[in-house]
């Protein structure tokens, strides 16, 4: 698993930073899709923690089972709205 981050994150394996200086094409396709993928990801976690005030207190103690099922829980809650809406 990867995550996208930007430059403040320490180096980790895990982490995929953006190329802050691309030397060629390839380089400057992927450091531009990598932003883009980031920024969506930033803007859809904001609506979703304004939505479900839960997904954005402090989980450092909570066990990965729970977050998991708390966050599979705001999903289907998010979809079902969408759903109604859409209806």
Not at 28 to 50: D, L, N, P
Not at 55 to 64: D, G, S
Not at 75 to 80: C, D, F, R, S
């Amino acid at each position: 698993m990867w995550f996208l981050v930007d430059g403040i994150y320490p180096e980790l394996a895990r982490f995929a930073k953006t190329i802050s200086e691309p030397l060629n094409n390839l380089a400057k396709s992927y450091a531009s899709w990598q932003e883009a993928s980031r920024k969506s990801i930033e803007r859809a976690f904001g609506v979703f923690g304004r939505k479900f005030q839960i997904a954005v207190r402090k989980i450092e103690q909570w066990y990965v089972s729970d977050i998991k099922d708390i966050v599979e829980a705001c999903i289907i809650l998010h979809n079902m709205i969408v759903e109604e809406r859409m209806n």
